[in-house]
């Protein structure tokens, strides 16, 4: 599936290829919140990552608690503005 052009499309890519793997990484985390929608737009998505969203916050609160919840949400609504773009792409 193409993704060129959309936002966070790096992110994503990444996140697939570290979910496939079995990788716990940010964007394998975030992937894993988003794979619901992901899946219904035509996306294989490789697994699932049981309670991700708990865990992309630690992660992130490990590397800087301080910003873990603007980073979390930042992280969300660019997820957000993927599958809206693949959306409106399809």
Same mark, same amino acid.
């Given at each position: 599936?193409? $993704? @060129?052009?959309?936002?966070?499309?790096?992110?994503?890519?990444?996140?697939?290829?570290?979910?496939?793997?079995? @990788? /716990?990484?940010?964007? *394998?985390? &975030?992937? *894993?919140?988003? !794979?619901?929608?992901?899946?219904?737009?035509?996306?294989? /998505? #490789?697994? @699932? +990552? *049981?309670?991700?969203?708990?865990?992309?916050? =630690?992660?992130? #609160?490990? !590397?800087? *608690?301080?910003?873990?919840?603007? =980073? $979390?949400?930042?992280?969300? =609504? +660019?997820? /957000? !503005?993927?599958?809206?773009? &693949?959306? =409106?792409?399809?």
């Amino acid at each position: 599936m193409e $993704f @060129e052009g959309l936002p966070g499309a790096d992110l994503v890519r990444k996140g697939l290829a570290d979910l496939a793997r079995g @990788e /716990v990484t940010e964007e *394998s985390l &975030l992937v *894993s919140i988003g !794979s619901p929608r992901l899946r219904l737009l035509g996306v294989k /998505v #490789a697994g @699932e +990552l *049981s309670d991700a969203e708990g865990l992309l916050y =630690r992660l992130l #609160a490990e !590397s800087n *608690s301080d910003a873990a919840h603007g =980073r $979390f949400n930042a992280l969300v =609504r +660019l997820l /957000v !503005s993927f599958e809206r773009a &693949l959306a =409106r792409a399809a």
